[in-house]
């Protein structure tokens, strides 16, 4: 069983920054897998934020976050990372990490694994 951990979450005030990083156990398969951010706050559903394509490194961003977050890869390290620049508190959800094989895609229900989620809270 694939696992993804993700670090990195936290309380910050309006403005700041946090780095999100996520680890997958399984290399090979996140070295062919597209991997993304979601998150959620509660009562909603689960919302897309960035993801990234295993090979030629594409990306795609959710508009609201364009310029301020970026996602890259590290393969050798088999870690994902989400920098998250001037944050808001509309920022503020359970950001996940997912991973979704052969695909390129920002469709939650096409991603095969995810991670537990870590709380990241922007104080106003």
């Known amino acids: 069983q694939v696992q993804l951990v993700e670090s990195g979450g936290g309380l910050v005030q309006a403005g700041d920054s946090l780095n999100l990083s996520c680890v997958a156990s399984?290399?090979?398969?996140?070295?062919?897998?597209?991997m993304g951010w979601f998150r959620q706050v509660p009562g909603k559903e689960r919302e897309f934020v960035a993801a990234i394509r295993w090979s030629v490194r594409a990306t795609l961003m959710k508009d609201s976050v364009k310029g301020r977050f970026t996602i890259s890869r590290d393969n050798a390290k088999s870690t994902v990372y989400l920098r998250m620049n001037s944050l808001q508190p509309a920022d503020t959800a359970v950001y996940y990490c997912a991973a979704a094989r052969g695909r390129f895609t920002s469709t939650a229900n096409q991603y095969d694994y995810w991670g537990p989620g870590t709380q990241v809270t922007v104080a106003s």
């Open positions: 399984d290399i090979t398969l996140f070295s062919s897998s597209t």
